[in-house]
């Protein structure tokens, strides 16, 4: 078990471009999901897959975010013309879709996006 | 709305002073208070699930207890590897599997 991994670790851009970040999920994990973390605040809720399908969406998520989970494995989580308010943590987690309430959702170590 | 507050934002203790960190909540049906830790520049650190008032669960010198409208996290005799971020999280009926999480409790343990 290796964990939730995240790459790029750490991305600075130039406000108006567009950048991808990747998350690949505990191994057999069908859940997975996208938060924001600014400084001082706890993680928000971005969006949500459940295998390849995107259940559920924040509407915190502008039309210049988008997600996707082709094959219910890695997901992309792209965000276009950056703001510099798009600053943040980028957090993903993956759970493993335990039927009942028992559903823990593990986290990997982010990237941080700079926009200048 | 589901909301989650906690208290205080920041504790700063001497190395075995022990302590309590508080997470307030509101929340329609729920399905789960969540603690995790967060050390700085990294992700969140699951330590404990609770489910029902009444139900404790203990790490090391870490014990979480829940009531039907706030949950305590108990650090006993506290080492300098404890200092961290604290952050508590719920699941509520509304919507599928999000977490809700409060702004976090910042600790700081001196020797």
């Known amino acids: 078990d290796t964990g939730v991994s995240q790459d790029p670790r750490h991305k600075i851009t130039k406000r108006g471009q567009n950048v991808t970040f990747r998350c690949d999920p505990i191994?057999?994990?069908?859940?997975l999901y996208w938060y924001r973390q600014t400084l001082g605040q706890g993680p928000e809720f971005l969006t949500y897959?459940?295998?390849?399908?995107?259940?559920?969406k924040s509407r915190l998520l502008s039309d210049r975010f988008s997600a996707e989970r082709p094959k219910g494995s890695f997901s992309t989580l792209e965000i276009q013309r950056t703001e510099q308010g798009d600053s943040a943590m980028y957090l993903c987690?993956?759970?493993?879709?335990?039927?009942?309430?028992?559903?823990?959702?593990?986290f990997g170590p982010g990237t941080r996006l700079t926009v200048l | 709305e589901d909301q989650v507050t906690q208290s205080p934002e920041a504790l700063r203790l001497q190395e075995g002073e022990s302590s309590s960190l508080n997470c307030s909540y509101t929340?329609?049906?729920?399905?789960?208070l969540f603690w995790y830790r967060q050390d700085p520049g990294k992700g969140p650190e699951f330590l404990f699930t609770?489910?029902?008032a009444g139900e404790e669960k203990e790490k090391e010198r870490l014990k979480a207890t829940l009531t039907k409208k706030e949950s305590f996290l108990h650090i006993t005799a506290p080492k300098p590897e404890d200092s961290a971020t604290y952050l508590c999280?719920?699941?509520?009926?509304?919507?599928?599997?999000?977490?809700?999480f409060g702004a976090g409790t910042r600790l700081a343990v001196h020797p």
């Open positions: 987690a993956s759970s493993p879709g335990l039927a009942g309430i028992s559903d823990t959702q593990y």
């Open positions: 999280a719920v699941k509520g009926s509304g919507g599928y599997n999000k977490l809700i």
């Open positions: 929340v329609s049906g729920l399905r789960g």
């Open positions: 609770l489910y029902s």
């Open positions: 191994s057999e994990h069908n859940r």
């Open positions: 897959f459940q295998n390849e399908a995107q259940l559920e």
